[in-house]
């Protein structure tokens, strides 16, 4: 039986300048390839849709946020599409704060960004966030509350409180397997 034809050479450019943009970099505190986490949000986001910018767009979703790419410089190689979503899917920081200092902020503006945001950002959001819980899940049944150390903001509290702020923002996709994932996930790590 012959495989039917699907073209993803947009895909395929996209995977290859995210796995050159994110060359050398750790998963924090994971002890694997960056480009783990992007390959994942991808796959993740291939079970809501075979769209191929949302695809290459999840496969960029850090480019912008973790590594020198420019918005311009994917808006040159990909299109304006996808260079929204990316942009769309990255965490600015405020200039002369830690981290830790604004994360609280910054978390609640993503949150309330994403409740606004059409669906095209709510999936490829959901590859990145579902990614991230699982990861946080994995951790979680290896080291419990020890985990949440390796964060900039070390409460728990404080991680359920935006992980439950994500699902809600993200409730347009409560038929999808990735959000039924991602809420049992969250019940999981934080409780019911």
């Given at each position: 039986m012959a495989n039917k034809f699907m073209d993803t050479d947009l895909l395929d450019r996209a995977i290859l300048f995210?796995?050159?943009?994110h060359h050398n970099t750790e998963r924090r505190g994971k002890g694997f390839p960056y480009i783990v986490h992007p390959m994942e949000a991808v796959e993740i986001v291939a079970t809501i849709t075979s769209d191929q910018e949302l695809l290459a767009a999840a496969a960029l979703h850090?480019?912008?946020e973790d590594t020198d790419v420019t918005f311009e410089q994917l808006r040159?190689?990909?299109g304006d599409r996808i260079a929204m979503l990316v942009y769309a899917e990255s965490d600015p920081f405020t200039?002369?704060?830690?981290e830790a200092d604004n994360w609280h902020d910054r978390k609640q503006a993503a949150i309330d960004r994403l409740a606004a945001a059409p669906l095209d950002v709510k999936i490829v959001?959901?590859?990145d966030k579902l990614s991230n819980m699982r990861a946080i899940w994995r951790d979680y049944q290896a080291k419990g509350d020890e985990l949440w150390q390796i964060f900039h903001i070390t409460d728990k509290?404080?991680?359920e409180?935006?992980?439950r702020g994500l699902a809600a923002s993200l409730n347009e996709l409560s038929d999808t397997f990735a959000y039924k994932e991602f809420t049992r996930l969250i019940d999981e790590v934080f409780g019911k």
């Open positions: 995210a796995v050159k943009a850090d480019t912008i040159m190689e990909f200039e002369g704060m830690s959001a959901m590859g509290a404080s991680h409180w935006r992980y």
